[in-house]
């Protein structure tokens, strides 16, 4: 039972969080990156077969119905997705052993501490987008470096037991 | 575990065998049906190169290694130990609405199903289940009927017969 990362996706497909914890021997878990990673290959690859995949999960239902992809299984990874209204994309990667559903899981994060830390947060910028061509236009980083977000959300996942 | 939709998919993303089983998903057209099984092949060969780049140990195998090991063990107990050699790619899917099993051979080929939802996640025995004897009954009916081509669609009405007769 181990969660290897929380990523939040938005809708333009950014990956805005991503959040590793190393569980290797003697080491801390909170020592993992903290958006260190969010342009590398495998955000892009993630982000790609999610995209799929829920296209796959609405196409193959009768019309009319609404069908949400709920988890994926990949090699020794489970990779457990929600989206919101607005879009924006919550996954945990766990280990394969995690035999639960973690919708609410996912929903705790964002209605908890999504809405609190980072949408309420009027510092906080409403779009993720970042135009590298006129910064003056529009200095916002693209990425949750909310320091009280970051917090919170370890100390959530560290009390669940399948941390 | 209702099955809906059964799968069969060459080692090239080809989708060589399609048979609805019972109704509960959407009716797509074959086109629909050939686009499908292209993306859960892309989807899986995708989803294994992203699994070995999560991955911080370096106790994971490639395929290649997989296949070795899967070989040297036909040949020295004369069967495989376990015919499903997904190890690495997309596994499972589950859905609102329904789930996706994916089994693949030694040699490529992939048999998926698609069932309907439930809650508990054990369910890889049932679907393994189910994936060994229609694993049976391709070798059965298919690879022994002499004036089949591999690779192409089964068209075999003894297969069909079969496939049938196991969910009944």
Redo the contacts between chains.
């Keep these: 039972m181990t969660i290897?990362?929380f990523i939040i996706f938005d809708r333009h497909c950014n990956c805005i969080y991503k959040r590793e914890y190393?569980h290797?021997l003697n080491n801390n878990p909170l020592s993992g990156p903290i958006n260190k990673n969010n342009d590398?290959?495998?955000s892009k690859?993630?982000f790609?077969?999610l995209y799929?995949?829920k296209?796959?999960?609405s196409?193959?239902?009768?019309?009319d119905?609404?069908?949400?992809?709920?988890?994926?299984?990949?090699?020794?990874?489970r990779i457990h997705f929600w989206e919101s209204l607005s879009r924006f994309k919550f996954i945990l990667?766990t280990n394969k052993e995690v035999?639960?559903?973690l919708q609410s899981i996912l929903f705790q994060l964002y209605s908890k501490y999504f809405i609190k830390y980072v949408v309420e947060n009027g510092l906080s910028p409403i779009e993720f987008k970042y135009y590298e061509k006129d910064p003056k236009e529009n200095e916002v980083s693209a990425k949750i470096n909310n320091g009280k977000f970051i917090e919170e959300t370890d100390k959530y996942l560290q009390t669940l037991s399948i941390f | 575990m209702k099955v809906y939709s059964i799968l069969i998919l060459n080692k090239a993303g080809g989708l060589i065998y399609q048979n609805e089983i019972s109704s509960g998903?959407?009716k797509?057209s074959a086109n629909?049906y050939l686009v499908?099984a292209g993306?859960?092949h892309?989807?899986h060969a995708?989803?294994?190169?992203?699994?070995?780049?999560?991955?911080?140990t370096n106790n994971?195998k490639n395929t290649e290694e997989l296949n070795s090991i899967q070989n040297s063990n036909i040949l020295s107990f004369g069967k495989a130990l376990n015919p499903n050699n997904n190890?690495?790619?997309?596994?499972?899917?589950?859905?609102?609405?329904?789930n996706?099993y994916n089994f693949q051979t030694v040699s490529g080929l992939k048999f998926i199903i698609?069932t309907s939802p439930n809650?508990?996640?054990?369910n890889f025995e049932t679907s393994n289940e189910i994936f060994r004897k229609l694993y049976i009954l391709y070798s059965d009916y298919v690879m022994k009927d002499p004036f089949y081509s591999l690779d192409m669609p089964i068209k075999s009405i003894l297969f069909d017969k079969n496939v049938k007769e196991l969910f009944r």
């Design positions: 290897h990362s190393s290797e590398s290959n495998s690859l993630l790609g077969i799929s995949l296209t796959i999960a196409k193959l239902i009768p019309e119905n609404i069908n949400e992809l709920r988890s994926f299984n990949i090699g020794d990874f990667i035999n639960i559903d | 998903l959407n797509l629909d499908l993306t859960l892309g989807v995708i989803g294994s190169k992203l699994s070995q780049s999560i991955s911080t994971l190890k690495s790619g997309l596994q499972s899917i589950e859905t609102d609405f329904f996706l698609i809650d508990n996640f054990e």
